[in-house]
Nanobody
């Protein structure tokens, strides 16, 4: 049984930082595609960052480029999202996702429909 468990969310002031973790079980992240998504109330789920774990190729939404970093620890079977310079508009539920397929563009990695496995989410709240 595949499980993705997110952690690390919380409440911070604008300009602060958080690091989200996504621990996978029943699934090896190496040679997979991993993504972080977020969904704010009343809005559609949007891709934030993607990672082709084989090769460590990363992709980011324009709204988070230069502020967020996706990374992997194969020994821990865990993917991270380091979020710096947080803004109130970053407030959302953040989800980790995984799939065995992969594309060759940021568009592909940031599409929720391309991912098969999802975590339960972790809330991030940024106050001004």
């Amino acid at each position: 049984q595949v499980q993705l468990v997110e952690s690390g969310g919380g409440s911070v002031q604008a300009g602060g930082s958080l690091r989200l973790s996504c621990a996978a079980s029943g699934y090896t992240i190496n040679s997979a595609s991993m993504g972080w998504f977020r969904q704010a109330p009343g809005k559609e789920r949007e891709g934030v960052a993607g990672l082709r774990t084989y090769g460590g190729i990363t992709y980011y939404a324009d709204s988070v480029k230069g502020r967020f970093t996706i990374s992997q620890d194969n020994a821990k079977n865990t993917v991270y999202l380091q979020m710096n310079s947080l803004k109130p508009e970053d407030t959302a539920m953040y989800y980790c996702a995984a799939t065995s397929g992969y594309g060759a563009s940021s568009w592909w990695f940031l599409q929720p429909g391309h991912y098969y496995y999802w975590g339960q989410g972790t809330q991030v709240t940024v106050s001004s």
